[in-house]
């Protein structure tokens, strides 16, 4: 199985949490340094706010007002970012792999291969994929989607961004319920803007 198969399996990711009104999750505790450590992640805080570090891939998430880091494998199993915001029930996974472990092809034809492998873990998906205008998520080149499914019942609006930062692909997908997509739509896109390197 390709990498990109096992790495996808993102989309009913958190939807317990999700269901069940996104309870606070408990959080690792405080490295002597004061960054917030959990798993594969951890929170740095500055005077410039705080954000959530990758220990394995060289990414960062700029977390906005409201938003925490999910602990290790709540969200997804292998995710190497991952936050939610409780009080408004949205979710976030960023995904990476290197560029050799994909097969070749545009940054486009990526991003079509990511929701391909997407609709798999599906019941079905409820409205097409719809490009938005974003072409550039902190002056990387990217390609983002928007789309609704249904996952277990339950119809979901996900949010999904395919960022080419030197030789990694990123998935950023943010995701909440469907009926709360149109007040949350604006603070998904700008958490996904907040993505970056490390």
Known sequence: MARSSWR???MGLGLGLLLSGC???????????GAIESGNQFVSRSVRGSQLISRT?????????????????TLHPNADL??????????????GESKTSV???????????????????FDQVT?????????????????????QAAVRGESV???HTTVEMGEYY???????RADRYPANADEMRAIVQGFGPD
């Open 82 to 95: 991952q936050a939610y915001h409780p009080g408004q029930a949205i979710f976030l996974v960023v995904l």
């Open 8 to 10: 996808t399996g993102v």
């Open 57 to 73: 891939l060289p990414a960062s998430l700029s977390l906005r007002r409201g938003w925490q880091m999910a602990p290790p494998q």
């Open 157 to 159: 609006a996900y949010l």
């Open 170 to 176: 990123y998935q950023v997908v943010a995701w909440t």
């Open 23 to 33: 309870q606070t999750l408990g959080l690792a505790g405080s490295s002597p340094d």
């Open 103 to 121: 097969a070749s092809g545009t940054l486009e034809q990526q991003a079509l291969q990511y929701l391909q492998i997407m609709r798999r873990s």
């Open 127 to 147: 409205s097409p994929e719809s490009r938005t205008g974003v072409a550039q998520i902190s002056s990387y080149p990217a390609v983002q989607y928007a789309f």
